[in-house]
């Protein structure tokens, strides 16, 4: 079985994919990106924490001990970390995001719940999504995941990554951290199955200026399971990688 195949093959989401899939090759392929390919990286890893953060509300300058302050410095430490953990994903997706969120979630959760799955039916929600899944629905759905992860597909690699980014987002399976995780989780599977090797594009820059709202109808969208709705939010999803590789 081939459950992300049926829906890439869509044409309204074949179309939506293929156009982010050439904005982002047209970065890949440009001179100045190849000749600095290192600096393009880190500011690609600074600039996608810095918009993640701030979807979450934390939309600040600096690193501090404010609140805000402290989410901005927990995403910076994630996207940092996305790089070491790309080879990781593609053979056991789930070790790499208990690694990440280990290091994510670092004085917001008591030390034995970082990088585990919650227990309980609490979890951060910065969004106000609402509707948070039984932890133990949640648990399944995320077995689920990494076990269709490591099934071959025919569906891109951004069919793939929005999918992964909308099921954490949904199910929120850790108690604090899993918009940020989501948001990383676009950037592993982009990386992993080869759309973005080097990591130089800022998917987040999409997601943060399609806005906060246009967000969470997509997810929310998503979350009701349908055909149509999750095809929606993998279209949202691609313009946003497409708005991702054009600021580059």
């Known amino acids: 079985m081939d459950p992300f195949a049926a829906l890439a093959a869509r044409s309204d989401v074949a179309e939506s994919v293929q156009t982010a899939r050439d904005a982002i090759d047209a970065v890949l392929w440009r001179r100045d990106v190849r000749g600095e390919a290192a600096q393009f990286a880190t500011a690609s890893r600074e600039r996608g924490a810095r918009d993640s953060a701030a979807i979450d509300g934390a939309d600040v300058v600096e690193v501090d001990a404010s609140p805000m302050g402290r989410v901005l410095e927990a995403a910076l430490r994630l996207t940092a970390a996305?790089?070491?953990q790309v080879d990781v994903f593609?053979?056991?997706?789930?070790?790499?995001?208990?690694?990440?969120?280990?290091?994510?979630?670092?004085?917001?959760?008591?030390?034995?719940?970082?990088?585990?799955?919650?227990?309980?039916?609490?979890?951060?929600?910065p969004l106000t999504l609402g509707s948070l899944p039984p932890a133990r629905a949640a648990a399944d759905r995320l077995a689920l995941l990494a076990d269709v992860l490591g099934r071959p597909t025919r569906a891109p690699?951004?069919?793939?990554?929005?999918?992964?980014?909308?099921?954490?987002?949904?199910?929120?399976?850790?108690?604090?951290?899993?918009?940020?995780?989501?948001?990383?989780?676009?950037?592993?599977?982009?990386?992993?199955?080869?759309?973005?090797?080097s990591l130089f594009t800022v998917p987040e820059r999409g997601f943060w200026e399609a806005g906060r709202p246009s967000y969470v109808r997509a997810l929310r969208g998503y979350a009701t399971g349908t055909p149509d709705g999750v095809a929606a939010f993998i279209r949202w999803h691609a313009d946003a990688c497409a708005t991702g590789a054009l600021t580059v």
């Open 157 to 197: 690699a951004l069919v793939v990554a929005a999918l992964v980014h909308a099921e954490l987002a949904v199910l929120r399976p850790f108690t604090w951290g899993s918009g940020l995780l989501a948001r990383a989780g676009t950037r592993l599977v982009l990386a992993s199955r080869g759309v973005d090797p």
């Open 90 to 125: 593609a053979q056991a997706p789930l070790q790499a995001l208990a690694h990440l969120h280990a290091l994510t979630a670092v004085g917001f959760v008591p030390e034995s719940e970082l990088g585990r799955p919650r227990a309980g039916e609490v979890a951060d929600d």
């Open 82 to 84: 996305v790089p070491t």
